[in-house]
């Protein structure tokens, strides 16, 4: 087998170690190897990367394990090429199992260039996508701390979210805090709605009127603390974000012309992909990669399955919820489609379908550098 990199190294990464084989293809066939462990500290972490040097390589390989590679990624770029790639398509024959012997193995397939190399974006893009991944989990923590909330106004037998169809809205904070600050006369707990909900007052003063204690205004002030909180951390990170996307400001803009996407989910889209698809030859590639493509089970000529592949999680959620979007929306073709595809094969396979439309879509913007139109004509007047 041909050897495409004479000196290479494979690295085993754990959290508190890497175990390291340099590589090192000698005249006649030889090979030669040396293998050392390094502590996953600075100061472990640059002796490695003299070491590498004085030996000569030109390029390392290793597993995507959590979160323990980023920092020997992150010391080694720009001395060597590093190679970071998925610990699924590296498995090593069954037998005994040493971390010495799954770097030698790391190192012997990089040696012969059967190793797929993960996508790495730069480190600004890194930065991006640190910060918009963190503003989704604190996106689903607001929703799990108002759904808390909505619970707990639910055991008081107040039925606000009955009437009103924003229970955080002003009108339903303020009437919140009116029962936390131990106000309980359901009528002027309702003169605190606002603008169009005041419309509803006679419903309000009956839906208010329940069974508040003292353990419910301490739970309901808790949780409308966390929900406050953040929504603050939040908004910190949308400014965060911003800043951040300045570079990529003509991208997000392209993407904005697309149905359905707004401009958090064009923040997550450049954030994931790095807005650049010269990395993705072909939409086919970038849709395998973000998992929205169906799978390929075939033996004895028969199909056994077709589930989506495994993928970018951030990307796809983004992309489904980005397609919900679109195929509500009017005049697009993304609804006929939605409707057409949902009797054939279901409501979520067909949200999925969709979804791939979309990143094709925006693979196409991107690449080619032009605006979304719409080919649907709107619909006519009765």
């Known amino acids: 087998m041909d050897v495409l990199h004479r000196c290479c190294a494979g690295a085993d990464v754990h959290k508190a170690n890497v175990v390291v084989c340099v590589r090192r293809a000698e005249t006649g066939g030889r090979v030669d190897t040396r293998v050392r462990t390094f502590a996953t500290t600075t100061a472990g972490l640059l002796e490695l990367a003299d070491w590498l040097a004085a030996e000569g390589v030109t390029h390392v390989a290793m597993e995507s394990t959590g979160v323990y590679w980023k920092p020997v990624f992150n010391l080694l770029e720009g001395q060597v090429e590093v190679v970071l790639v998925n610990a699924h398509h590296i498995k090593n024959v069954p037998g005994r199992k040493t971390d010495v012997k799954d770097a030698q193995w790391i190192a012997e397939l990089l040696a012969h260039g059967l190793l797929k190399p993960s996508l790495i974006p730069p480190p600004p893009v890194r930065d991006l996508r640190d910060l918009t991944r963190q503003r989704t989990q604190l996106v689903r923590e607001r929703a799990t701390a108002a759904n808390r909330l909505q619970k707990v106004l639910e055991e008081a037998n107040i039925k606000l979210a009955g009437v009103a169809s924003d229970v955080l809205g002003v009108s339903g904070r303020a009437m ?207």
């Open 176 to 382: 919140i805090r009116g029962l936390i600050a131990g106000e309980d006369d359901p009528a002027a707990l309702a003169e605190r709605a606002r603008k169009r909900l005041r419309a509803k007052l006679p419903q309000l003063r009956e839906a208010l009127d329940g069974r508040v204690t003292d353990h419910h205004r301490f739970l309901l002030r808790t949780l409308l603390g966390q929900v406050e909180y953040l929504e603050g951390l939040i908004a910190e990170f949308d400014g965060r974000i911003a800043a951040a996307m300045r570079p990529f400001a003509e991208a997000a803009a392209r993407l904005r012309t697309l149905p359905g996407v707004g401009a958090t989910a064009a923040e997550v889209v450049v954030a994931e992909t790095g807005g650049d698809m010269t990395k993705f030859p072909t939409a086919g590639h970038l849709a395998s990669w973000a998992g929205l493509c169906p799978g390929n089970d075939q033996s004895a000529g028969k199909r056994r399955g077709g589930k989506t592949t495994k993928g970018s999680q951030w990307l796809r959620s983004t992309l489904v919820q980005v397609a919900w979007a679109a195929v509500h929306g009017k005049a697009t073709i993304f609804g006929p489609l939605y409707r057409g595809w949902a009797k054939r094969m279901g409501r979520k396979k067909a949200l999925v379908a969709v979804a791939h439309k979309i990143l094709t879509l925006i693979h196409k913007l991107l690449k080619d550098r032009v605006d979304y139109e719409e080919r649907l004509a709107p619909p006519q007047a009765a």
